[in-house]
C-alpha cells in the first residue's frame, strides 16, 4: 500500500492554482492540471489514479477498473494498479487501508458529508464488499480546516452538537473531532487513526477554499 496528501506544490499551474492543482472544475487551464494529475499518478507508480465528480452526497462507488470519474464522494477497490483519489481544498480527505483483505477506500467528508456520515459509510461498504473489519482497518484525514478557521453560521450547524466551539459569540465546526469520534463508534482503534493536525487555512502551503475562493484542490491519494 502506499498513499500520500499532496500540498500546492510541484505542479505547472499558475497564479491563484499554483501548483500542483488537481481539480478540473475550478476554471484552471485543463491542460496544466491533466500534467498535474500525470505527476500524481507517476509519484504514485500506478496506472491510473481515478478521480470523482464530488458533490457533497454520500454515495460510494466501488471501482473495478480505470477511465471513468463516478459523481460520488467515496470509493472503494481491491483492485490494484489504480489509486483511489479524493480531491480538498478545507473538507477532510479520509483514506482507508484494509490489509488483511487487501482493500482500499477514500472519502470526501465536508459539513454535508460529514453529517450523512460518508466516513462510516464508506467502511460499511468496505465491510460489505470485502469483509472489511472495523477493527483492522486503518485510517489517515489529511489536512483539513480547523476549528481555529471553520466558522459556520448557526443554521447549518444542526447535528454538531459537542463539536461547535463559541468565540466572540462566533460559531466554529471541529469537523475533525466529529469525524474521528464517529470512527472510533463504529469500532475503529485509536491506534489505526492517523489524523492531520494541520488547518489548510493557516498554513498556506495547501489551497484553502475559505482563505482564497478562487484556488486549486491539493488531494489524498492511496493504492495498494
Ligand atoms: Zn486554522
Known sequence: ?????TNRFGGVSEGAFFSLNLALHVNDNSLHVNA??????????????VF???????????????????TCDAMITNQKEIALSVMVADCIPILFYDARHEAIGVAHAGRE???????VKCLDAME????????????????SIGACCYEIGKEVSEGFDGFLHVKN????????TYNYKAFLERGVLVEHIDASSICTCCDSDYF?????????RFAGVICL
Do not use: C
Open 1 to 5: 500500500m502506499r498513499y500520500l496528501f
Open 36 to 49: 498535474n494529475r500525470e505527476i500524481l499518478r507517476e509519484k504514485m507508480d500506478v496506472d491510473a489514479v
Open 52 to 70: 470523482m465528480e464530488q458533490v457533497h452526497g454520500d454515495k460510494i462507488v466501488r471501482i473495478e477498473e480505470a477511465g471513468q470519474t463516478p
Open 113 to 119: 458529508g460529514s453529517r450523512l456520515g460518508i466516513g
Open 128 to 143: 460489505e464488499a470485502f469483509g472489511t473489519r472495523a477493527s483492522e482497518v486503518q485510517i489517515f484525514m489529511g489536512p
Open 169 to 176: 459569540k462566533r460559531l466554529f465546526l471541529d469537523l475533525q
Open 208 to 216: 484553502s477554499y475559505r482563505r482564497e475562493k478562487i484556488t486549486g
